[in-house]
């Protein structure tokens, strides 16, 4: 849900993605601290999405020198959202986090690192902007990231809640902007004191427990006072979409060396290629691996 508040002053955006969170934490099998990861960086990504248009994409990389290695996310402006953890079994579940005021991520994904965005606008080039890690908090580094890289004085909360047994129950998101020349910054700090800490964790949970997890009800809460001028301007679906093909994984073989593929064929006589973002598998046979070899290989020169 993107809306105003304030006459125009601020921008609010609010992404609820349970569902397709909890859709890409049972493909990767990612549970408990990774799934956290996995869905608070899938719901920085969206957000991050909605500030471009059409089916505009918008890649994010959060990559530390944690266990976790990192989390790639990529994100469209219509909802649509993949990702993935870099190494989701390399921390342990304790039940006992989920009594946590809020999960702290920062020795997982790592206090040493960079924060990518790359921004597919359709052109030529793509816009890409990188900033240090610092914290490891995934919704603070990208926070800072706006305010580094991008220049917008932004607040960007993202939670995503597990249960004891480390499943997805609830994930959600809020950005609050000012606008170009709409002289909101007394806004922005305003409602920056007010979701300080775990305050929006804290919002996420309360909703979960009153049964009203959906934007508009998460919007109100987490305004307060500011949620009295709000203007809905839009509401889109979010969901899990990943676009792999078995063509764009032959693509890939395609890119190895004719020796690389020699080798791959003497020594096992098929190929698998795994999609990282769906897990999906495609099986190529000798037939087609010596078929991209024959393709690809240099001709021998003249003597």
């Excluded at 601020?10 to 601290?33: C, I, K, N, P």
């Excluded at 924060?115 to 580094?141: K, P």
């Excluded at 480390?166 to 809020?174: C, I, M, Q, Y």
């Excluded at 973002?277 to 010596?290: A, D, P």
Aim: negative net charge; glycine residues 8%.
């Amino acid at each position: 849900m993107r809306s105003l508040i304030e006459g125009g002053q601020a921008r609010v955006v609010v992404a609820t993605a349970s569902d397709a969170v909890r859709e890409m934490a049972l493909r990767h099998q990612t549970f408990g601290v990774p799934a956290v990861a996995l869905g608070r960086a899938a719901l920085a990504g969206l957000l991050l999405a909605t500030l471009t248009k059409d089916e505009e994409q918008v890649t994010l990389q959060v990559l530390g020198n944690g266990p976790l290695g990192g989390v790639t996310v990529d994100a469209r402006s219509s909802g649509r959202v993949r990702a993935f953890v870099k190494r989701p079994g390399a921390v342990t579940w304790d039940p006992a986090l989920t009594s946590a005021p809020r999960l702290v991520l920062g020795d997982a994904i790592g206090k040493q690192g960079v924060v990518n965005v790359i921004r597919d606008l359709g052109m030529a080039q793509n816009y890409s902007g990188q900033v240090a890690l610092s914290t490891g908090e995934i919704d603070e580094e990208v926070e800072q990231y706006l305010t580094q890289s991008e220049q917008i004085d932004s607040i960007l909360r993202c939670e995503t809640l597990v249960d004891s047994a480390s499943k997805v129950t609830a994930a959600a998101g809020l950005l609050v902007q000012t606008l170009p020349q709409a002289h909101g910054a007394a806004v922005v700090e305003f409602l920056r004191d007010t979701l300080r800490g775990p305050a929006f964790t804290s919002l996420l949970k309360a909703a979960v427990a009153q049964g009203q997890v959906d934007p508009e009800s998460l919007a109100r809460a987490a305004l307060g006072q500011c949620a009295d001028s709000m203007q809905v301007l839009d509401l889109r679906e979010v969901s899990f979409f990943c676009p792999c093909t078995q063509e764009r994984a032959l693509a890939t073989l395609g890119m190895l060396s004719p020796d690389d593929l020699k080798e791959m064929i003497l020594e096992t006589n098929e190929a698998e290629v795994t999609c990282n973002f769906c897990g999906k598998q495609y099986h190529f046979s000798e037939i087609e691996l010596e078929r991209i070899r024959r393709k690809h290989a240099k001709p021998m020169p003249q003597a």
